[in-house]
Nanobody
Framework: QVQLVESGGGLVQAGGSLRLSCAAS????????LGWFRQAPGKEREFVAA????????YYAHSVKGRFTISRDNANNTVYLQMNKLKPEDTAVYYC??????????????WGKGTLVTVSS
């Protein structure tokens, strides 16, 4: 059973940075991608970024491209999300996800419990 544990959320001022971590366990992740979704109050969960476990290919939502960087540490089964130039609209609960690529959101089953990121203006 896949377990995903997020850490690194918190409160930051607009323009600041945070780094989220997701420790993954429970299986080998060949042919999987790991990544992040977020959900702001009153809004639907949205894709943020993903990284292929095999080849390191990365994928980003348009709203975060150029500000966020996703990376992975295969040896420690950890994926990171470096978030720079944060904006108040980045405020959300960030969820780690793991699934075979390509992702079909409605079919995804492996989720972390989430970590809250709050960006003050």
């Amino acid at each position: 059973q896949v377990q995903l544990v997020e850490s690194g959320g918190g409160l930051v001022q607009a323009g600041g940075s945070l780094r989220l971590s997701c420790a993954a366990s429970g299986r080998t992740f060949s042919n999987y991608a790991l990544g992040w979704f977020r959900q702001a109050p009153g809004k639907e969960r949205e894709f943020v970024a993903a990284i292929s476990w095999n080849n390191g290919n990365t994928y980003y939502a348009h709203s975060v491209k150029g500000r966020f960087t996703i990376s992975r540490d295969n040896a420690n089964n950890t994926v990171y999300l470096q978030m720079n130039k944060l904006k108040p609209e980045d405020t959300a609960v960030y969820y780690c996800a793991a699934e075979m690529w390509p992702w079909v959101v409605d079919d995804m089953e492996n989720w972390g419990k989430g970590t809250l990121v709050t960006v003050s203006s």
